[in-house]
Nanobody, 116 residues
Framework: QVQLVESGGGLVQAGGSLRLACAAS????????MAWFRQAPGKEREMIAN????????YYADSVKGRFTISRDNAKNTVYLQMNSLKPEDTAVYYC?????????WGQGTQVTVSS
C-alpha cells in the first residue's frame, strides 16, 4: 500500500495560518492525484482540495477557495496544504489521500482546531 503520514495540525486562533504536510511512501508518489479531506464532528468527510501528478491543476471546495492552497513536491514525496484566514468552522480532522485508479489510500489524520 501507499503509506501517508500527516503533520502540522494544531490549535490556532481565528485568522491565523497553518501548513499541513503529508509524506508518502510505498509506491511511486508522482503518479497519484493527491487530495485533502476533512471531517468535522457530526459531519461527513468532505474533499476540500486535490492536485494532479504534476501540480499543474488544482481543485478547491467553495468553502476553502481563496484561503487554502494545495501543492506538492514530488522530489520529497510530500503534499502540502497551506491554510490561511482560518475560521472556527475549519475545525476538523484533516486527512490526506492518494487517489489511485483502483483505490484510495488514506493517512491517519491530523487535528486542526481554530479558536474564536
Amino acid at each position: 500500500q501507499v503509506q501517508l503520514v500527516e503533520s502540522g495540525g494544531g490549535l490556532v486562533q481565528a485568522g491565523g495560518s497553518l501548513r499541513l504536510a503529508c509524506a508518502a511512501s510505498g509506491r511511486p508518489f508522482s503518479r497519484y492525484f493527491m487530495a485533502w479531506f476533512r471531517q468535522a464532528p457530526g459531519k461527513e468527510r468532505e474533499m476540500i482540495a486535490n492536485i494532479n501528478w504534476s501540480g499543474s491543476n488544482t481543485y478547491y471546495a467553495d468553502s476553502v477557495k481563496g484561503r487554502f492552497t494545495i501543492s506538492r513536491d514530488n522530489a520529497k514525496n510530500t503534499v502540502y496544504l497551506q491554510m490561511n484566514s482560518l475560521k472556527p468552522e475549519d475545525t476538523a480532522v484533516y486527512y490526506c489521500a492518494a487517489l489511485g485508479l483502483v483505490r484510495t489510500y488514506w493517512g491517519q489524520g491530523t487535528q486542526v482546531t481554530v479558536s474564536s
